[in-house]
């Protein structure tokens, strides 16, 4: 076969081809017909198998089911054929979760008891047992142990133990409620007992009056100061308590003289008279007791005060004056 060349105006060739001789075979119309429909019928199938191809198989089982298709659909792959994406954002529950190093669940915390704070003793020091004897008459200042507003009774003072500064009964009432002279505080849980004994005091024709009651730590800091001035620092000692130190402080003790009298302390001894003679022998009876009775110094550590009296309450004060001891040390073996 030889190609001839034309050139065109480009430059380009152009090859053509001589025509071939080959013999030719004729086949029959009938025949014709026939591979027609058979070549149809297989570009058909090989057709359809692209498309399936193309839809990618068999789906996962996670996928819905695709519709199938039949002899009618079309040729070409309609978008609702195309499997859905697998739903990877939206994981199954998994029957026995592994549980994540990340969300491991952290630990709670422990609750741990706060410790219920034991009430510790406001004083360290503890007086001296039993044994020992009363403790003596040093001018030290320690906290006296029973200083709540319920100790009244016992609270122990003397030239060693003292009430806080702030010591103040929140129950004073002005003496005039227990019928004798007022301008005097006193807590109210004596004002019966003060009453009754004052009644009869009268009542015997020996009415008493009072000079002193309730004293803060200020007001005994002065009392014990003009003392001082009168008779000197240790002088003062012997007849006036130390602020922090009086019986004055609890609210509960009195000073106490006659009726139209001067004051006790000026009396060679004030329980010589009517009055100081019936209060020594009946105090007792309404509560009071007499703090510092003639010649017990070294035990009361005061000088002998027959005006002053401290409301200990009846059963109490009748036990002391059973005893006939000194007060101070009934209330020490009572600490
Ligand atoms: N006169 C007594 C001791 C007092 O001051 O409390
Ligand atoms: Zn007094």
Not at 93 to 107: D, G, I, K, L, R
Request: hydrophobic content about 35%; overall charge negative.
């Amino acid at each position: 076969m030889v190609a001839d060349a034309a050139r065109f105006d480009d430059g380009t060739m152009a090859v053509q081809h001589a025509p071939t001789t080959s013999p030719r075979v004729v086949i029959p119309s009938p025949t014709l017909a026939f591979l027609g429909v058979v070549g149809l019928t297989l570009s058909l199938s090989i057709a359809l198998a692209s498309i399936r191809a193309d839809a990618g198989g068999t789906p996962p089982p996670s996928a819905p089911p695709a519709p199938s298709m039949s002899a009618d659909a079309p040729v070409s792959p309609a978008p609702t054929q195309r499997p859905s994406p697998a739903p990877t954002a939206t994981p199954s529950p998994s029957p026995s979760p592994t549980p994540s190093p990340t969300v491991a669940p952290t630990p709670l915390p422990t609750p741990v008891a706060t410790p219920t704070p034991t009430p510790q003793p406001t004083v360290a020091p503890k007086p001296p047992p039993v044994s020992a004897g009363p403790p003596a008459c040093e001018y030290t200042d320690l906290l006296t142990p029973h200083h709540a507003y319920g100790d009244w009774p016992i609270s122990l003072l003397d030239t060693i133990y003292h009430l806080p500064a702030g010591y103040a009964p929140g129950d004073l009432v002005d003496s005039s409620a227990a019928g004798v002279n007022g301008g005097y505080l006193l807590r109210g849980l004596l004002v019966a007992d003060l009453l009754a004994m004052a009644t009869d005091a009268r009542s015997n024709g020996t009415p008493i009056k009072l000079v002193s009651g309730y004293r803060s730590h200020a007001q005994q800091q002065a009392t014990f100061d003009y003392w001082v001035g009168i008779g000197g620092y240790k002088e003062a000692l012997r007849t006036s308590a130390r602020p922090g130190h009086s019986e004055h402080q609890l609210g509960t003790a009195i000073d106490v003289t006659s009726e139209g009298g001067i004051a006790p302390w000026e009396y060679a001894d004030w329980a010589a008279t009517p009055a100081g003679a019936w209060m020594a022998a009946n105090a007792w009876r309404y509560g009071f007791v007499m703090s510092y009775p003639p010649g017990s110094y070294d035990l009361s550590c005061y000088d002998y005060e027959p005006w002053h009296y401290r409301y200990v309450g009846r059963d109490l004060a009748a036990r002391i004056a059973g005893t006939g001891r000194v007060p101070r040390l009934i209330l020490w073996e009572l600490q």
